[in-house]
């Protein structure tokens, strides 16, 4: 008769533990393969003239290919179109979502002029 209890012990443990080890929804999981790329970057302004406002979207030129970058507002302002840098982040299909820190994005070669 004691088998029961520690059974059922053993499995609620084992059930607590794997519980804790999944994400929360507010703990989201970065999406996509962490890569680290050298391209150059592309900038497109995209004006939206009934609302009075533009949008930059910055894109990096990969062998002549071309992936959407998620930057966070402090890479954005320190990028220029023209600028040889590597990047580490995550790839998803032709997104590719820098790493927070400043240290994901490192200049090869400034602007041309």
């Known amino acids: 008769m004691r088998k029961v209890p520690i059974l059922f012990w053993v499995a609620a443990i ?3 533990v794997a519980g804790l ?3 929360t929804a507010s703990q989201p999981m970065p999406a996509g ?3 680290t790329m050298d391209g ?3 900038m497109s302004v995209e004006d939206d003239f009934q609302k009075g406002r533009a949008t930059r979207r910055y894109f990096l030129n990969h062998s002549g290919r071309h992936f959407d ?3 966070t507002p402090r890479q954005a302002a320190g990028l220029q179109p023209g600028m040889t840098v590597r990047i580490t982040g995550r790839l998803a299909g032709k997104v590719l979502t820098v790493d927070p820190s400043d240290e994901s994005i490192v ?3 400034p ?3």
Do not use: M, Q
Request: net charge positive.
């Open 21 to 23: 080890a999944r994400p």
């Open 14 to 16: 084992v059930f607590a």
């Open 107 to 109: 200049v090869l070669h």
């Open 69 to 71: 970058l998620v930057l």
């Open 40 to 42: 150059t970057i592309v």
């Open 33 to 35: 393969s962490p890569v």
């Open 111 to 113: 602007a041309p002029r």
